[in-house]
């Protein structure tokens, strides 16, 4: 199953993952399903928990941070990069321009978080 963080007019990717609004999950067999993000302001573990229940194994976002990639990673859920900035709305995403995020990249593709304050 694919996740996808979107804004509130449930179409529109969010430019953000953990603040987003809305997720889609989005399962050949299931479907399109929406989500509203009840941890938008929760930093507990809980909420990468959500997503066990669902069964993902990707993820496409326009930005993230290098934290929240780790999370994602040891859940075994593979990260993709939308860096087209003229895609907009989820159902336009072509999965064949995605940049994968990979342990060896992460850090220069995660964008978003407090990591680099350290470094």
């Known amino acids: 199953m694919i996740l996808i963080p979107v804004q509130s007019d449930e179409k529109s990717i969010a430019l953000g993952f953990r603040k987003a609004d809305m997720f889609v999950f989005i399962d050949k067999k299931r479907g399109i399903v929406l989500q509203k993000n009840h941890y938008k302001h929760d930093k507990s573990a809980l909420f990468f928990q959500n997503f066990i229940q669902y069964d993902i194994d990707s993820m496409y976002v326009k930005n993230i941070g290098y934290k929240s990639y ?15 900035s003229l ?12 940049i994968e995020i990979t342990k060896e990249n992460a850090l220069e593709y995660c ?9």
Do not use: C, F, Q, S
């Open 70 to 84: 780790l999370k994602l990673d040891a859940l075994g859920i593979k990260v993709y990069l939308i860096h087209d």
């Open 87 to 98: 895609t907009v709305e989820y159902t336009h995403i072509d999965p064949n321009t995605l």
């Open 111 to 119: 964008t978003m978080g407090h990591h680099k304050e350290r470094l």
